[in-house]
């Protein structure tokens, strides 16, 4: 199997590595980069798959106990095994829903990283969706066509709508096929009152996307990930349908009721590793379809590693989606972008006289968390959209903001529009954690209360949009006494 991308080659011999760690599985793809006639293509060269199930091991709290994240380390040290001899710009391992809500992340973050001998980012759920559209579409055809993709997870769930490489909508709910497993089927056991509760707890939170997807419009529905690949196997194998429809959804619910336990349930091609959370999953595929009006889902094997892949790929040739896709914000909303640039050239300025002060992070750090927080800086595409949301102008819908900046991770997103949303605020007092230099969030946070102290000493620079103060005087001003 092999996706498309086009973008500057690379040689044959590059190896890229994408670590999913999902709240159900954790999954490590190696894929090389080969040039063909319409660009490059990463191949798969190998796969390791480890059901750690680790929303399974969120207690009272929302802990997570010392054998979910055994399993989990143990996983991580197999998959750092292969990855010793990988670069690591060469690797980029992202963590889901679980790390998003466990109280006891950060502590085990820590330990998670130091067994995988590689950095770990916990990516926000847009974020997450728009990386699993980006794997989505390397592996479907470019038929200029929208499309609805639903991708169900241990422990969310990813709705987007997009045509080609393009996304148009980002939704991501907090809800999978682990934690509903847990919630609703104590033990394994389904009866009708349990999975109706299921299915409208599922409808609720899909209730608020229905109406802006039904409005946006689509030709063809995609499942992608375990739960849509689970279903789909049952509907070609156990039942003879070549899709996922209503008929095969109902047929599924009526034989689970009957049996009472998925693990009665004769169906060949479910895998045991499936079966635990097969009541979950058939639940908010039934919700989805539902309230999307959904009448048959094809399967894609392209998920969200494969979309980190292409992520890391389009960063490693230059071609960075980040930037990609602000662009696109740009043209669609109108922004100022001579604006932004000049914000941006400030904001540089002052970063790197910041990085150079006395106690300062030092000259010019190659990388940091303000670094890749300030990526779209070199064009000023994210200042052009930031300023102007500050002072008042028309911002896109939340869902399409999210959409635009979803290249940048969550902590991205903070780190960058911080200092340049703040211009009329007052800085927040410094911290004795968040000197530059210290390293993590506490960095970025320091860092950025003082770009935005800053910032807002220089405001009055670039408030009128002129590209030299002295422009301002041409102006005539409205002196009223």
């Not at 609805?148 to 990813?158: F, M, Y």
């Not at 907090?174 to 089927?185: A, I």
């Not at 999953?281 to 999307?292: C, I, K, W, Y």
């Not at 006289?353 to 070199?378: F, N, V, Y």
Request: net charge positive; aromatic share 4%; glycine share 10%.
């Amino acid at each position: 199997m092999g996706f498309c991308c086009k973008m500057r080659t690379m040689p044959s011999s590059s190896l890229l590595a994408a670590v999913d760690l999902g709240s159900n599985s954790f999954r490590l793809v190696i894929g090389r980069i080969e040039t063909t006639p319409v660009g490059d293509q990463i191949r798969p060269v190998d796969q390791i798959k480890e059901t750690v199930r680790l929303a399974a091991g969120l207690g009272s709290g929302n802990t997570l106990s010392a054998a979910a994240q055994d399993r989990a380390v143990d996983a991580l040290r197999r998959f750092g095994e292969r990855l010793r001899t990988f670069p690591p710009e060469r690797v980029r391992a992202v963590a889901t829903n679980t790390f998003r809500v466990a109280s006891d992340a950060r502590a085990f973050l820590e330990r998670a990283q130091q067994a995988l001998g590689f950095d770990i980012e916990v990516i926000a759920g847009r974020e997450e969706a728009r990386l699993i559209y980006l794997g989505a579409a390397h592996a479907l055809p470019a038929d200029g066509q929208r499309r609805l993709v639903v991708d169900i997870g241990g422990g969310s769930t990813e709705c987007i709508v997009g045509t080609d490489y393009d996304a148009e909508e980002l939704e991501s709910v907090p809800l999978g096929c682990v934690g509903l497993s847990q919630r609703f089927f104590q033990g394994g056991v389904v009866d009708r009152g349990s999975f109706d509760a299921a299915r409208w707890a599922c409808r609720d939170l899909l209730a608020p996307l229905a109406q802006r997807y039904r409005a946006t419009g689509w030709r063809r529905a995609i499942g992608t990930s375990g739960t849509a690949k689970a279903l789909w196997q049952i509907a070609q194998s156990d039942l003879g349908e070549p899709r996922l429809d209503r008929s095969v959804l109902a047929t599924l619910e009526a034989q689970l009721l009957k049996a009472g336990h998925p693990d009665r349930m004769r169906l060949t091609a479910l895998k045991p590793d499936r079966r635990p959370v097969l009541p979950g999953g058939l639940a908010m595929m039934s919700a989805a379809f539902e309230e999307f009006g959904i009448e048959s889902m094809d399967y894609c094997d392209g998920a969200l590693r494969e979309g980190v892949l292409y992520d890391l790929l389009g960063r490693s040739t230059g071609t960075d989606m980040r930037e990609v896709t602000v662009a696109q914000m740009i043209r669609r909303h109108g922004l100022d972008e001579r604006h932004g640039l000049a914000v941006a050239e400030l904001h540089a300025r002052l970063l790197d006289r910041r990085a150079g002060a006395p106690g300062g992070a030092g000259a010019r750090p190659d990388r940091g968390p303000h670094q890749d927080a300030l990526a779209a800086r070199r064009s000023g595409r994210l200042a052009a959209r930031a300023v102007p949301a500050a002072r008042g102008h028309p911002s896109p819908p939340p869902g399409r903001r999210a959409a635009a900046l979803g290249p940048l991770a969550h902590q991205e997103h903070r780190r960058a529009a911080r200092a340049p949303c703040r211009l009329g605020a007052r800085p927040p007092p410094d911290r004795p954690d968040a000197a530059p230099g210290s390293g993590g969030v506490d960095e970025g946070r320091g860092l950025a209360a003082a770009l935005s102290a800053g910032l807002r000493r220089r405001r009055g620079r670039h408030r009128d949009r002129c590209s030299h103060p002295r422009d301002r005087c041409s102006r005539p001003r409205d002196r009223r006494k």
